[in-house]
């Protein structure tokens, strides 16, 4: 399938209704309440992708979509259902399969765990996740801006709070320099911190890092791999999961390439739950929002929310989704009913379908579909009965969980974690080298002890020496290659040069390379 064009969606009155490969970075909607079949429209669109080479990130926020990595079934309960379906729509092609499935966790429980560093999430995003105010936020942002200074990492919960810390005990210099700093504030975003700690959101900071570039990757078939999130945990912090998503479609858009509009996206993102990520936002982050939506086109990146009620997403956002998938609404209360008004509107105009009655009455696995042709105008929206998935519909097991995990291509990349010396252990050894100086002081003197060489090295120096030596290393490898008469293609003293500049790399990854991605994330969010 590597070769179409469009992807089957179902049929409406007989005809076609396909969703165009080349539009499908203009991003969608996927809506409907409870019950009437996003799930199963999500995971046949999830698969469709895959198989034509699109990889795919999704969150499975109630534990059933993993059944994507499994091939469906006739002893399932409503096999008969789905291939009447398939018999209906003429899909003479249709047998069960499965499909490449890489499983995620925050918390590392379910699949590969997933992490980021303090100084990569930004003080910005932070302060979003803590509900910290202006005046607190001013304060986490100093924090930063001392830690980059100092060339502190900030790498996990510890790390901050240790930069807390240290902030609150030097609050009068620290003010007389950056700003006012309040022992208030930063016992204020202590407390939240901790809070947040509580909420396990602890392991999804630290190292190693998660790779974007992980995200976008085929399996030997050509075929995209799918990304399930176990976010059925996750749901309970609907702060956190909403951050982290946003988090990660600001990394995508400021690690992938521009490409204009590519012939098929480079990856496909499926925003589940999609109204928690505006709830209780400012106008400012909404806006924000619709900026990277509306640009992240551009990287080749198609964004799919999906939700129960299509007010849900503002309008600036709303109008940039051009691939529209209604299942039913009921029109229960007052709001339903504008629900339903706002969602017949958004259409273009079919002269021989209510729009609005239509959607009370739509059934189970059946939608109102309209997507974006090929010279980019919408469809007219049609009543389309929905394909059916050929993966299962439903969970998948803790044995058959752990077989997708086993031949997962990050199996030993991401499960162990790494806590590199950072701010944390930075700023405790300060506190035993001041005791110690202070004592040396007592006993010979100030001027005396001026003398002497810092106890701790920056992160600079250490950088720096690490490096020399691996030259050096490299240096008596070569000699003594030379008199074991041993050959090698390599230039051990150039190998020891990149390795040296990747020890600095190292060390330095944290306040130069995070400061660099927080100020593009930042000045998204801002």
């Not at 691939?323 to 509107?345: C, E, G, M, S």
């Not at 490898?477 to 030379?482: E, F, L, Y």
């Not at 330095?508 to 390379?513: E, T």
Request: proline share 4%; net charge negative.
């Amino acid at each position: 399938m590597t070769g179409a064009t469009e992807i089957f969606l179902g049929l409406a009155g007989g005809e076609r209704q396909s969703l165009n490969l080349s539009r499908a970075n203009r991003h969608g909607l996927i809506a409907g309440a409870t019950g009437t079949g996003k799930t199963v429209t999500l995971q046949g669109l999830a698969e469709s992708f895959s198989a034509n080479g699109v990889p795919v990130f999704v969150a499975d926020v109630k534990g059933d979509l993993a059944g994507i990595s499994m091939a469906g079934s006739p002893q399932f309960k409503h096999a008969d259902k789905l291939e009447a379906r398939a018999k209906e729509l003429g899909m003479d092609d249709y047998a069960y399969s499965d499909n490449p499935a890489i499983f995620w966790d925050l918390y590392g429980k379910q699949g590969h765990p997933i992490r980021t560093t303090i100084s990569e999430m930004g003080p910005l995003l932070l302060a979003r996740l803590m509900d910290l105010n202006e005046t607190q936020e001013g304060v986490l942002n100093i924090v930063f801006r001392f830690a980059d200074e100092e060339g502190l990492l900030l790498l996990n919960l510890d790390d901050l709070q240790s930069m807390l810390a240290y902030t609150a005990e030097n609050a009068k210099q620290l003010s007389a320099k950056y700003g006012n700093v309040t022992k208030a504030s930063v016992g204020t975003i202590q407390r939240q911190l901790l809070q947040l700690d509580s909420q396990g959101a602890g392991q999804f900071f630290g190292e190693p890092a998660l790779e974007i570039d992980d995200f976008i990757k085929c399996d030997d078939r050509g075929r995209g791999y799918i990304n399930v999130l176990a976010a059925d945990q996750l749901m309970r912090s609907p702060k956190l999961y909403a951050t982290f998503l946003l988090w990660l479609l600001a990394e995508l858009f400021e690690t992938l390439p521009e490409v204009g509009d590519p012939a098929k996206p480079k990856l496909v993102f499926f925003f589940d739950e999609a109204h928690l990520l505006f709830d209780d936002a400012p106008k400012a982050l909404e806006d924000k929002i619709e900026q990277v939506v509306r640009l992240i086109r551009s990287k080749g990146v198609g964004v799919f929310f999906v939700t129960q009620n299509p007010v849900d997403i503002p309008q600036e956002v709303a109008g940039q989704l051009g691939n529209r998938v209604q299942h039913a609404l009921r029109a229960f209360t007052p709001r339903d009913k504008k629900a339903i008004k706002a969602a017949a509107d958004t259409f273009r105009i079919n002269p021989d379908l209510d729009v609005e009655q239509a959607i009370t009455e739509l059934r189970v696995g059946e939608a109102l579909v309209s997507t974006l042709l090929e010279d980019g105008a919408p469809s007219i929206v049609q009543r389309t009965l929905v394909k059916p998935p050929r993966s299962r519909l439903g969970p998948v097991s803790a044995k058959e969980r752990a077989i997708v995990n086993s031949i997962s291509p990050y199996e030993d990349k991401y499960d162990e974690a790494v806590d590199r010396h950072s701010a944390e252990e930075i700023l405790a050894q300060k506190v035993i080298d001041a005791t110690a100086t202070a004592k040396e002081v007592e006993e010979k003197g100030e001027e005396e002890v001026r003398k002497q060489p810092r106890k701790s090295k920056s992160i600079w120096e250490k950088a720096f020496s690490r490096g020399a030596k691996v030259a050096a290393g490299s240096a008596a490898g070569m000699a003594a290659s030379t008199m074991l008469g041993k050959k090698s293609r390599a230039n051990p003293i150039q190998s020891g040069v990149t390795s040296a500049v990747g020890s600095v790399v190292t060390d330095l990854a944290g306040p130069v390379a995070g400061r660099f991605v927080r100020n593009l994330i930042g000045g998204l969010m801002r």
